[in-house]
């Protein structure tokens, strides 16, 4: 079996696929970043090339590129990659505008190479087996699930992670990181959205840990009306209370991870009255992964950092499209845009667009909506439901400390 050539641009998050890249059959050949001097270490570290620009990182000899570079600027990146003949995967989101998505899309279309979105939740034991089991009618079909990925942090962890006035992370509005919470119900189900209603959750004065620069909204709820007339309700994304859960109630009973203590169990119900032979009322247990047990173990997010890469590897080997393709993983960052847009017209319902067919792809291929500072001019909506906030000083202040601490020097 060949090895694979590949390239990771992104030295935080892409470390992870650089780590991962032996154990699927590829081989890191080069390494993208601006930090110049911390790539620098690495390249040697790793013995691979370094580029500092991605157009001198695209001419590298290699088959594939996986884009750990910021959360809203990949699709500009993705299709360039795909213009010089890569096969690439994408951490989320997948676009950043309605118009990127259907740029990508057709980028795709017209190179003919693999595009993986690297979506890592639905990869978790308990999620593969929910899929088994959904997928053998354990539980009829969904009428009704939810997904929450809710990641509470301390300013402090916060800022270490948004470095910059103008980092995403504190521009993002709450509903675009929603693909941790989407995305394993449309593993699990095969279904996918095809509208949304959503309301955002602004900060509140009472919360006293604070000290960031964080101009989106801590949390938002979003409703989607799925294609088989199912609802799903996707929570996050900041608020307290840490919470990775998943819960489908099907027509013939309900499965989800435990809420409390050991989260990665799994619990499955059926109603005394509903029950086929061999069905229980309740069974609990730890499901393991269906194959390649030991090497996701070994990998990060309860081994969805091994299965991504995994999936990626093996499309570009079958020629195969993956399960998280364009498609889907654009369907997902359109969740988290057109949610936006409800959040700032009261819970209103916004479609989601089949870019499968080019006639809709025509009204959204200008759809340039953008809240990042870097696009802000009239018309543009705001990361809050409360308008553009001005961080306080103390905050900025706080900030600013554990920037230059960790030898951040930017504005
Ligand atoms: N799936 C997951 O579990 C998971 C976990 C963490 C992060 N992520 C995603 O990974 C991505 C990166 O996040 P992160 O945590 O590493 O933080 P980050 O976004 O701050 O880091 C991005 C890295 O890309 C580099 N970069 C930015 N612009 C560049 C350019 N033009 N050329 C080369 N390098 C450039 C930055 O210097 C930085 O090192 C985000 O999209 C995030 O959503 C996913």
Known sequence: MQNIKVGVVGIGRGLSFANGAKFVGMELVALCDVREERLKELGKQYNVATYTEYSKFLEHDMDAVILANYFHQHAPFAIKALESGKHVMSETMACKTPAEGVALIRAVEKSGKIYVFAEN??????????????????????????????????????????????HWRNWIPSTYYCSHALAPIMYITDTHPIGVNALSIPRFESDKER?????????????????????????????????????????????????TGNHSALRIVHEPWDMKEGDQPEKIYQPDFPFHAE?????????????????????????????????RGVEMAMVG?????????????????????????????????????????????????????????DEIAYARQVWKEMGYDGE
């Open 121 to 166: 939740y639905p990869y978790f034991a308990y999620n593969q087996e929910m899929r088994r089991l959904y997928q053998a009618g354990e539980i009829g079909e969904m009428q009704y699930g939810e997904g929450e990925y809710n990641h509470s942090m301390d300013s402090r962890t916060f800022n270490l992670l948004a470095p910059g006035m103008n």
């Open 211 to 259: 000290f960031h620069v964080r101009r989106g909204d801590p949390g938002s709820v979003i409703l989607c009306r799925m294609n088989n007339e199912s609802v799903v309700r996707i929570m996050g994304i900041v608020m307290r209370g840490h919470s990775i859960w998943y819960r489908i109630h099907g027509t013939r009973g309900l499965m989800e991870n435990l809420r």
């Open 295 to 327: 090497e996701a173990k070994k990998a990060g997010h309860g081994g969805g950092d091994f299965f991504t890469t995994y999936h990626f590897a093996e499309a570009i080997r079958k020629n195969e499209e993956p399960y998280f393709n364009v498609y």
């Open 337 to 393: 845009i057109q949610a936006w847009r409800s959040c700032l017209n009261n819970g209103n319902h916004f479609e989601i667009p089949d870019f499968h067919k080019e006639s809709v792809r025509k009204e959204y291929e200008s759809d340039n909506w953008s809240p990042w500072p870097e696009d802000y001019e009239p018309g543009q909506p705001p990361p809050s439901i409360k308008g553009w906030l001005t961080p306080k000083e």
